[in-house]
């Protein structure tokens, strides 16, 4: 490579070749196809796509499809992986998507959300008394998961006993959608969809028998007898999109956390304002957003030829809109490589757009506002107590590791 120009390199680039170790700092290879080759056509006839404006465009342009029942039906057969990915909301179009959305919306309303703050708060700060005590801790297991398993487990009212399983189903569940996969794996995968629909369907059943003895924050009477003109969703909806909200919410919420506290330890001046100014935390966790999303890379298909720029995209392409370099494009954001958590305007789409916009925006943003400025209020000491590990997946960004000190 050593003699290849930026653009032969550029050229020559291979999303599925691009390594572990090449994930861990992705951001100079995004930024030399960027510059170089940013509608990337792969080995395999996708597209890369690396520009702001390419990647809003694939987000919003209505010939895209993010229907996955063809693709993922030599993958998972006929079985549960096959029921779960193809009914959660967002591997469906129109008009599915249209009417599971409009119903999944009861677990989010404003009157909803505003229940969960002040739960939200009380888990921050039982586990801000939990790590006090310890002084010295890793981030991601003590902390930043801890957060939105809980929040999830109250969302559909799973009891204390049970809600230590559900990091482990969302593990297999979401790993076997990896681009290799294990038979082992995806036996593994297939058993923790069932074991997760048994579950709900006990907490379902026990609420249609008992409708009003939901818990503050709980969503699930509201997900089971919701209406929208005249229709509810169907028993196989129902749950399998409760199964898609602990694995859309629970990793992408604790990477969040974990990638905002790695942003500030990078940006001690950054930490410092924040400290001096808590009233930037709204745009500390946009920025911490804009610049370790932790869903790097979303996936359309397109239905017709669509025009990127100079490039026309044939029907029927697979296409990779690599939101993590999207919220790098100097085209948008000024100086895009430095944390500024005061940065004004901040158009990131670290939560995607159009139509399949993330539904968790505001919980995920309550969750992290509220679980970064208690921290660093409360820990004015912190530092780092040894290596941080970043996970190797090329799709999602954030720690395995983040060991600190706050003594
Ligand atoms: C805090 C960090 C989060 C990030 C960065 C994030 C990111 C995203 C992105 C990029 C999408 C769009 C995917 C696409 O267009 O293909 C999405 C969709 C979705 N997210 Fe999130 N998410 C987060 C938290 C949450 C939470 C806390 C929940 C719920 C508890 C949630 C629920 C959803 C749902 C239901 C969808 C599907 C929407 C649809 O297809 O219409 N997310 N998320």
């Given at each position: 490579?050593?003699?290849?120009?930026?653009?032969?390199?550029?050229?020559?680039?291979?999303?599925?070749?691009?390594?572990?170790?090449?994930?861990?700092?992705?951001?100079?290879?995004?930024?030399?196809?960027?510059?170089?080759?940013?509608?990337?056509?792969?080995?395999?006839?996708?597209?890369?796509?690396?520009?702001?404006?390419?990647?809003?465009?694939?987000?919003?342009h209505?010939?895209?499809?993010?229907?996955?029942?063809?693709?993922?039906?030599?993958?998972?057969g006929?079985?549960?992986?096959?029921?779960?990915?193809?009914?959660?909301?967002?591997?469906?179009?129109?008009?599915?998507?249209?009417?599971?959305?409009?119903?999944?919306?009861?677990?989010?309303?404003?009157?909803?959300?505003?229940?969960?703050?002040?739960v939200?708060?009380?888990?921050?700060?039982?586990?801000?008394?939990?790590?006090?005590?310890?002084g010295?801790?890793?981030?991601?297991?003590?902390?930043?998961?801890?957060?939105?398993?809980?929040?999830?487990?109250?969302?559909?009212?799973?009891?204390?006993?049970?809600?230590?399983?559900?990091?482990?189903?969302?593990n297999?569940?979401?790993?076997?959608?990896?681009p290799?996969?294990?038979?082992?794996?995806?036996?593994?995968?297939?058993?923790?969809?069932?074991?997760?629909?048994e579950?709900?369907?006990?907490?379902?059943?026990?609420?249609?028998?008992?409708?009003?003895?939901?818990?503050?924050?709980?969503?699930?009477?509201?997900?089971?007898?919701?209406?929208?003109?005249?229709?509810?969703?169907?028993?196989v909806?129902l749950?399998?999109?409760?199964?898609?909200?602990?694995?859309?919410?629970?990793?992408?919420?604790?990477?969040?956390?974990?990638?905002?506290?790695?942003?500030?330890?990078?940006?001690?001046?950054?930490?410092?304002?924040?400290?001096?100014?808590?009233?930037?935390?709204?745009?500390?966790?946009?920025?911490?957003?804009?610049?370790?999303?932790?869903?790097?890379?979303?996936?359309?298909?397109?239905?017709?030829?669509?025009?990127?720029?100079?490039?026309?995209?044939?029907?029927?392409?697979?296409?990779?809109?690599?939101?993590?370099?999207?919220?790098?494009?100097?085209?948008?954001?000024?100086?895009?490589?430095n944390?500024?958590?005061?940065?004004?305007?901040?158009?990131?789409?670290?939560?995607?757009?159009?139509?399949h916009?993330?539904?968790?925006?505001?919980?995920?943003?309550?969750?992290?506002?509220?679980?970064?400025?208690?921290?660093?209020?409360?820990?004015?000491?912190?530092?780092?107590?040894g290596?941080?590990?970043?996970s190797?997946?090329?799709?999602?960004?954030?720690?395995?590791?983040?060991?600190?000190?706050?003594?």
């Amino acid at each position: 490579m050593a003699n290849m120009s930026n653009l032969e390199m550029a050229k020559a680039f291979n999303l599925s070749d691009f390594d572990n170790v090449a994930a861990r700092d992705p951001f100079p290879t995004y930024r030399m196809l960027r510059e170089n080759d940013p509608v990337h056509r792969n080995a395999d006839g996708s597209y890369f796509l690396t520009r702001y404006d390419d990647v809003v465009q694939s987000f919003k342009h209505p010939a895209m499809s993010s229907d996955k029942k063809i693709a993922f039906k030599p993958r998972f057969g006929d079985g549960p992986l096959y029921t779960h990915h193809t009914t959660s909301l967002v591997f469906n179009d129109p008009p599915i998507h249209t009417r599971v959305r409009k119903l999944l919306a009861a677990a989010f309303t404003p009157r909803k959300l505003a229940e969960l703050e002040p739960v939200v708060e009380r888990v921050i700060d039982e586990l801000l008394d939990k790590l006090e005590a310890l002084g010295d801790f890793e981030i991601i297991e003590d902390y930043a998961l801890a957060l939105p398993t809980q929040v999830i487990s109250d969302m559909l009212g799973v009891p204390e006993g049970q809600r230590h399983l559900l990091r482990g189903y969302s593990n297999l569940i979401l790993g076997a959608l990896d681009p290799v996969v294990s038979p082992e794996g995806l036996r593994a995968g297939e058993g923790a969809v069932l074991e997760f629909e048994e579950m709900l369907n006990e907490l379902i059943a026990k609420r249609r028998e008992n409708p009003d003895s939901s818990q503050i924050g709980e969503v699930l009477s509201a997900l089971i007898f919701g209406e929208v003109d005249g229709e509810r969703l169907s028993p196989v909806e129902l749950v399998q999109n409760c199964i898609f909200l602990l694995n859309a919410g629970h990793e992408t919420t604790a990477n969040l956390i974990g990638n905002s506290i790695d942003m500030l330890l990078g940006a001690p001046d950054q930490l410092q304002r924040l400290r001096d100014d808590p009233e930037l935390i709204h745009g500390a966790i946009e920025e911490s957003l804009r610049y370790q999303s932790p869903l790097q890379i979303g996936n359309r298909k397109a239905m017709e030829d669509v025009v990127f720029g100079e490039t026309t995209i044939p029907a029927r392409s697979f296409i990779h809109c690599c939101i993590a370099a999207a919220n790098r494009d100097p085209a948008q954001f000024y100086d895009p490589e430095n944390v500024n958590i005061a940065r004004n305007p901040n158009r990131q789409i670290a939560f995607g757009l159009g139509k399949h916009i993330c539904m968790g925006n505001t919980l995920g943003r309550i969750e992290g506002r509220v679980a970064i400025g208690k921290f660093i209020q409360r820990f004015p000491n912190l530092k780092r107590n040894g290596d941080a590990q970043l996970s190797p997946r090329v799709r999602f960004r954030g720690f395995d590791k983040l060991p600190v000190s706050v003594t």
